[in-house]
């Protein structure tokens, strides 16, 4: 079975422009979660959907992040405008409904904003 | 809140050495406990985990016991290979607690020497 898929896997852009991050779970899965990593901060969880529904979006850091889940196969993550602090590797998880704990991460996408 | 405190790294060590990596965890409610593993360049996998108090998870020759009277997590493997080198994580899962998704510790880099 393919793991949770990421794209792209690099990013550079620069300041002010648009960033879409996507993201496509393991098949089956009905919760995904968009974390953020930093050297200063680790690992944050940004924002999870059950059912394609937002749940939690308390760690996305302001109003330039926003995140959708159209269907239960993709979801994306925009960034708009972008700042150089944005730089980071976003990861995707995804989980399966009958086992709350364990999580599948995708590869991740390092987004560096000059 | 829910909080996880991992040692400092990076942890250097010689092959064929004993590994002990402490994380340490507070939660509100009745967390389960993992360790995931970041090899370079990948996104995060499940190393082991554990569910409940006294429980011990293992994998590939790693261990870690659920103290729930120390609030500890602590990682350990006999005898460290150049293949472990990673950086390893400690999270915890805490969904009675109100929270979903995973906190994370903000990661051990280890380094084994050949």
């Known amino acids: 079975d393919a793991g949770v898929i990421q794209s792209p896997r690099h990013e550079v852009t620069e300041m002010g422009q648009e960033v879409t991050l996507r993201c496509k779970p393991i098949s089956g899965h009905n919760s995904l979660f968009w974390y953020r990593q930093t050297m200063m901060r680790g690992l944050e969880l940004l924002i999870y959907f059950n059912n394609n529904v937002p749940i939690d979006d308390s760690g996305m850091p302001e109003d330039r992040f926003s995140a959708k889940m159209p269907n239960a196969s993709f979801s994306t993550l925009k960034i708009q405008p972008s700042e150089p602090r944005d730089s980071a590797v976003y990861f995707c998880a995804s989980r399966l409904a009958g086992d709350v704990e364990t999580q599948y991460f995708g590869p991740g996408t390092r987004l560096l904003v000059l | 809140g829910n909080s996880v405190t991992q040692m400092e790294g990076p942890v250097t060590l010689s092959e064929e050495a004993f590994l002990t990596i402490n994380c340490t965890y507070t939660?509100?409610?009745?967390?389960?406990l993992f360790w995931y593993v970041q090899y370079p360049g990948e996104g995060l996998q499940l190393l082991l985990k554990?569910?409940?108090?006294?429980d011990k998870g293992s994998n590939k020759g790693f261990e870690a016991t659920y103290r729930k009277e120390t609030t500890s997590f602590h990682l350990e493997k006999g005898s460290v290979q150049v293949s472990d080198s990673a950086v390893y994580f400690c999270?915890?899962?805490?969904?009675?607690?109100?929270?979903?998704?995973?906190?994370f510790g903000k990661g051990t880099h280890l380094i084994i020497q050949p």
């Open positions: 939660a509100t409610g009745y967390p389960s």
């Open positions: 554990a569910t409940k108090a006294d």
């Open positions: 999270a915890l899962s805490d969904p009675g607690g109100g929270a979903d998704g995973l906190t």
